[in-house]
Nanobody, 116 residues
Framework: QVQLVESGGGLVHPGGSLRLSCVAS????????MSWFRQGPGKQRELVAS????????TYADFVKGRFTISRDNADNTVVLQMNNLKSDDTGVYYC?????????WGQGTQVIVST
């Protein structure tokens, strides 16, 4: 049974940090590219960051460059999104996604609220 379980969301003040984790099971994690997406209130889901199966390459949306870092541990089947200097626009539900060719798996999401 494939599972992607996100955790680490919560309420944080602007300028604060959060560390999101996504633990995978039920598939060969090290073969899949992993991504974090987010969906803000009233907005479409958007790509935040991606990491190659080996971890050798990462890509980021312009709106998070220099603030967020994606990493993975293939031994622990985990992908992490470190989020620093959070802004109110970063509020939303954050999802992790696994992709290998046409196969995709999604997690259920974790809520991030950036507010005073």
């Amino acid at each position: 049974q494939v599972q992607l379980v996100e955790s680490g969301g919560g309420l944080v003040h602007p300028g604060g940090s959060l560390r999101l984790s996504c633990v995978a099971s039920g598939f060969t994690f090290s073969s899949y590219a992993m991504s974090w997406f987010r969906q803000g209130p009233g907005k479409q889901r958007e790509l935040v960051a991606s990491i190659a199966p080996s971890g050798s390459r990462t890509t980021y949306a312009d709106f998070v460059k220099g603030r967020f870092t994606i990493s993975r541990d293939n031994a622990d089947n985990t992908v992490v999104l470190q989020m620093n200097n959070l802004k109110s626009d970063d509020t939303g539900v954050y999802y992790c996604k696994a992709r290998l060719w046409a196969t995709e798996y999604w997690g259920q999401g974790t809520q991030v609220i950036v507010s005073t």
